[in-house]
């Protein structure tokens, strides 16, 4: 395996097992540092989203932006920020990957919201829900299965990404494969790569479950006789 | 008669377009009435029909709703109280349909209990069963379904307009013809104010208590009953917009009167052919009506043709020779029914009843005289 730093056993259970306290609170910290970037992405997107989308001449900008910064790499972008907020701070770690985020869920809200049927939008125009009414009881509940596409992409992609913030003393799983490379010691880099890809795959599961309960009229189509 | 709902000069002008959607536009509907407004697309119908609940504000004049002008009206709590149908019937595919039809109630702030007693009315009231269909989704459901949904979700906050733009528009001919049907028997009971938009002749001609043709700009052509409008169309336009085969489409909405019917001669069963002939021929008929002494129609006899033969001298009575007559028609039923029951028997009349009770016949002259009669007894060229 390229991969691994040296040769030997790739893993070397009594090491797990001594560790074992350690890697969990790594575990937890990049389940953490996920968590808060998706929400406070969600909380910056969905915002910014539906005034992008009432705004079309605020889409190019805002669409431009994010990209932007989604483009640009994640260690240059990790280096960008952390003489403003701190190196080895968890400000500098969240304010990288919240950047990443924000592109896909913009851009998701957007098409959420303009997907929301004209006709259904009409009648509730039409049947006296005042527009923060029809917001909140119409469109974002429309818009919803695509928000929560977003979510789900967004979430799988920053559980790679927290990894990179391992450079600046964050980083969760991260931080045993730097740890790994560092001491030329395969068994905490095999362990952070196995789970960290298990925790995408986790997410992803979970996410794709809260969507099939909370979205319930997205699955049930059976025309009636 | 009250009016409901009058437009006073009402026109609409867009910026980006140098011609007027709708040109001084005035109309009256009266209450309880349903007034439809036909014309071609793009026409301006919509546009009209959305200044009554202010989805579209006009550019001039004024709308007035139960005598109040609608522009001086909180537009949220105007629409609240105006029932609004739509062609995709607009059902919110993320809710059930209870949860539809709950919409108007709910934004009305009317507590738990009364919401799901009137989701449930409302649902019996278009022919949904609640218990089959209260917890479906509008994507489980028919097109003739979902614009029932959207029917009784336009009718839960019991309001006395109800404006419906192309509701049936959508449908396979069937069920538009069969939602036709029950929307007119549910407007029967409810008597609601009805604005209705169509680019269907046929379905303004069912539906509507009066029509209105409206040509491209909003221009009102025309505005009167059914059978006025196509008996006698005012303008040029109406008459080609109505089409060629508006004759046709007159039988269907001119009604049998007791005056449009011809009286046979009418014998016992019990009179000899011979009598029977006398009366025929001082009639200057060649048939005669067999009846009973209630006044039931048992049959027809031609006592020419059964003198004539070797085998009777004229001395039998009729009941011996009475034909049978086909299945008539009801005086309330249109002189379109009458003449398909004629077609369909292969009969030059038919029989018209007032429940049990023989009338009188219509034949093919009468028909034409009666469909005279309903545009005010000049011949009109079809």
Request: proline share 6%.
């Amino acid at each position: 395996m390229g991969v691994v730093a040296s040769a030997g056993p790739i893993v070397q259970w009594s090491w797990v097992s001594s560790e074992r306290s350690m890697i969990v609170s790594l575990l937890l910290q990049h389940i953490e540092l996920t968590v808060i970037a998706v929400a406070i992405g969600l909380a910056i997107a969905v915002p910014l989203g539906i005034f992008a989308w009432k705004m079309p001449v605020a889409r190019p900008p805002l669409i431009g932006v994010t990209g932007l910064i989604y483009v640009i790499p994640s260690v240059a972008l990790l280096s960008l920020f952390a003489p403003l907020t701190g190196f080895f701070s968890i400000t500098t770690a969240e304010v990288a990957l919240v950047g990443y985020t924000l592109l896909i869920l913009l851009r998701n809200t957007i098409a959420g919201l303009e997907s929301v049927p004209a006709d259904a939008q009409d009648a509730a125009q039409g049947m006296g829900y005042t527009p923060l009414q029809e917001l909140m009881k119409v469109q974002l509940p429309l818009a919803l299965p695509a928000i929560l596409a977003g979510v789900r992409v967004a979430t799988v992609t920053t559980i790679g990404l927290v990894t990179v913030t391992a450079f600046i003393g964050q980083g969760g799983l991260g931080q045993l494969i730097i740890q790994g490379f560092s001491e030329d010691f395969n068994t905490p880099i095999f362990v952070g790569l196995v789970l960290s890809v298990l925790l995408a795959g986790v997410a992803d599961a979970l996410i794709v479950g809260i969507q099939r309960i909370s979205l319930p009229w997205v699955r049930r189509r059976r025309l009636a006789s | 008669m009250t009016v409901m709902i009058s437009f006073e000069a009402v026109s609409k002008h867009y910026e980006n377009d140098a011609k007027n959607a709708v040109e001084n536009f005035s109309l009256d509907v009266d209450e309880g009435e349903l007034s439809v407004l036909v014309g071609p697309s793009g026409g301006g119908k919509t546009t009209i029909l959305r200044m009554v609940n202010r989805m579209v504000e006009p550019s001039s004049g004024r709308v007035l709703v139960g005598g109040q002008d609608v522009a001086k009206v909180d537009r949220v709590e105007l629409r609240r109280r105006t029932g609004y149908v739509i062609q995709q019937a607009g059902l919110f595919p993320h809710l059930k349909v209870a949860d539809n039809v709950a919409s108007v109630p709910r934004l009305l702030g009317w507590d738990k209990a009364r919401v799901h007693a009137r989701v449930n009315d409302m649902l019996d009231l278009v022919g949904l069963n609640p218990a089959e269909f209260a917890g479906r989704y509008p994507n489980e459901l028919s097109g003739g379904q979902a614009q029932r949904v959207g029917v009784a979700r336009a009718l839960a906050g019991d309001p006395p307009v109800l404006l419906m733009d192309e509701p049936f528009g959508a449908l396979d001919p069937i069920a538009r013809a069969r939602l036709q049907q029950e929307f007119l028997a549910l407007q029967e009971r409810l008597h609601k104010t009805v604005m209705f938009v169509t680019h269907d002749v046929d379905e303004a001609v069912v539906m509507g208590n009066r029509i209105a043709v409206i040509s491209q700009g909003g221009r009102l052509q025309q505005y009167d009953t059914p059978a006025q409008v196509l008996g006698r169309p005012a303008t040029s336009f109406v008459a080609d917009f109505i089409g060629a085969d508006r004759g046709l489409r007159r039988l269907a909405v001119t009604p049998i009167e007791v005056g449009d019917l011809y009286a046979p001669p009418v014998v016992s069963p019990k009179t000899t052919v011979a009598q029977a002939l006398v009366a025929v021929e001082a009639s200057g008929d060649h048939w005669a009506a067999v009846a009973s002494e209630d006044g039931r129609l048992l049959g027809w006899v031609e006592p020419g043709q059964v003198a004539s033969a070797p085998s009777d001298n004229g001395s039998s009575t009729v009941e011996r020779y009475m034909r049978p007559v086909g299945a008539g028609v009801s005086l309330d039923s249109s002189l379109k029914a009458a003449f398909a029951e004629m077609l369909q028997q292969d009969a030059a009349w038919v029989p018209v009843f007032d429940h049990d009770r023989y009338l009188g016949v219509l034949t093919p002259d009468t028909l034409h005289a009666a469909l005279r009669r309903s545009v005010g007894g000049e011949p009109v060229p079809v």
